[in-house]
């Protein structure tokens, strides 16, 4: 597919903003999308999702929708179910890759039935949540089950720190994750078109990659190639690719993996629409082999048209 010949009489969405707790960084990913595609010349329009996104999108009449969406209601296969229903293509991954991915419950699940090693981990709810039982695993990394962009996310070595963070997750989830901290090196594998790009090494300028670490700049270092070996970067990316094809993913996704000491990659999770900011790791790793931004986002949409989705 010539995919500027395609997109000559198109109209493009791009849909970003959002109800979830990731918003402000979806406007981010949204704004940069949205001046690529017009920088390209593109037909497009920005459209900030609300509760009545079906009929925004209506009176767009859009032909692609490119889903800048973080989290709940945008990275779960919510929005992606409304335009199967609406008939309208969109970027990334299909309702059923979606769901998985961000419920780390299900993704976990997926991973331990196939193989893919991920940290060992435990699932709860309020009334099940028992400090006792996970006081003689510590440390341990709390998360809520379906977030993303490390929001309500914690890093806890001691009682006090794990009720407190227990706490922060529940706001946000009815399910948390307790997940056996591995330390060791942090790595991220970007997937694009169903091959790995250069791996990136995460250096957070804490102890551990929190949500500043993500987004505010400074906070973090990306180091391409990962001061690893060759063998455990390229296992690596096996790694990446087969928990993106575990999960039935599509076009494009980012693999978050930990190396640890003795040079064993785990799985942490699949995030379904990566980030497009300024401080994000996916568009790092393709000017790493050679893919600008711009070019980046008509390869998403690219790749998005190309296949078929499960779901």
Same mark, same amino acid.
């Given at each position: 597919?010539?995919?500027?010949?395609?997109?000559?009489?198109?109209?493009?969405?791009?849909l970003?903003?959002?109800?979830?707790?990731?918003?402000?960084?979806?406007?981010?990913?949204?704004?940069?999308?949205?001046k690529?595609l017009?920088?390209?010349?593109?037909?497009?329009?920005?459209i900030?999702?609300?509760?009545?996104?079906?009929?925004?999108?209506k009176?767009?009449?859009?032909d692609?929708?490119?889903?800048?969406?973080?989290?709940p209601?945008?990275?779960?296969?919510?929005?992606?179910?409304?335009?199967e229903?609406?008939?309208?293509?969109?970027?990334?991954?299909?309702?059923?890759?979606?769901?998985?991915?961000l419920?780390?419950?299900?993704?976990?699940?997926?991973f331990?039935?196939?193989?893919?090693?991920?940290?060992?981990?435990?699932?709860?709810?309020?009334?099940?949540?028992?400090?006792?039982f996970?006081?003689?695993?510590?440390?341990?990394?709390?998360?809520?089950?379906?977030?993303?962009?490390?929001i309500? /996310?914690?890093?806890?070595?001691?009682?006090?720190? &794990?009720?407190? @963070? *227990? $706490?922060?997750?529940?706001?946000?989830? %009815?399910?948390?994750?307790?997940e056996?901290?591995?330390?060791g090196?942090e790595i991220?594998?970007?997937?694009?078109?169903?091959?790995?790009?250069p791996?990136?090494?995460?250096v957070?300028?804490?102890?551990?990659y929190?949500?500043?670490?993500k987004?505010?700049?400074g906070q973090?270092?990306?180091i391409?190639?990962p001061?690893?070996?060759?063998?455990?970067?390229?296992?690596?990316?096996?790694?990446?690719?087969?928990?993106?094809?575990?999960?039935?993913?599509?076009?494009?996704?980012?693999?978050?993996?930990?190396?640890?000491?003795?040079?064993?990659?785990?799985?942490?999770?699949?995030?379904? /629409?990566?980030?497009?900011?300024?401080?994000?790791? &996916?568009?790092? @790793? *393709? $000017?790493?082999?050679?893919?600008?931004? %711009?070019?980046?986002?008509?390869?998403?949409?690219?790749?998005?048209?190309?296949?078929?989705?499960?779901?």
């Amino acid at each position: 597919m010539n995919i500027k010949s395609w997109l000559k009489n198109k109209k493009i969405g791009v849909l970003y903003g959002g109800l979830s707790a990731e918003r402000d960084i979806s406007i981010l990913t949204g704004k940069a999308v949205l001046k690529a595609l017009k920088e390209e010349k593109c037909n497009v329009v920005g459209i900030d999702a609300g509760r009545d996104s079906a009929s925004q999108i209506k009176r767009s009449r859009i032909d692609f929708a490119f889903i800048a969406l973080h989290g709940p209601w945008g990275e779960d296969g919510t929005i992606q179910g409304m335009l199967e229903i609406m008939g309208i293509p969109y970027s990334g991954c299909g309702v059923l890759a979606s769901s998985l991915a961000l419920n780390k419950i299900y993704s976990k699940r997926i991973f331990d039935s196939l193989g893919i090693p991920t940290p060992k981990w435990w699932v709860f709810n309020k009334k099940n949540f028992n400090a006792r039982f996970l006081t003689s695993r510590f440390p341990l990394v709390i998360k809520p089950a379906a977030q993303g962009s490390a929001i309500g /996310v914690s890093l806890v070595k001691d009682k006090k720190g &794990l009720n407190n @963070a *227990a $706490r922060r997750a529940f706001r946000l989830n %009815s399910e948390i994750i307790a997940e056996k901290y591995i330390g060791g090196t942090e790595i991220t594998v970007g997937i694009l078109g169903g091959r790995a790009l250069p791996v990136i090494e995460i250096v957070p300028e804490g102890s551990f990659y929190d949500f500043k670490s993500k987004y505010k700049p400074g906070q973090s270092k990306h180091i391409i190639p990962p001061r690893l070996p060759k063998s455990v970067i390229k296992n690596a990316q096996q790694l990446g690719l087969r928990a993106f094809n575990a999960l039935g993913c599509k076009a494009v996704s980012r693999v978050d993996i930990i190396v640890d000491k003795r040079n064993k990659p785990w799985v942490l999770e699949v995030n379904t /629409v990566p980030g497009m900011t300024e401080t994000s790791l &996916l568009p790092d @790793a *393709a $000017r790493a082999c050679g893919i600008g931004f %711009s070019k980046l986002v008509l390869k998403i949409i690219e790749y998005s048209l190309n296949t078929e989705r499960y779901g």
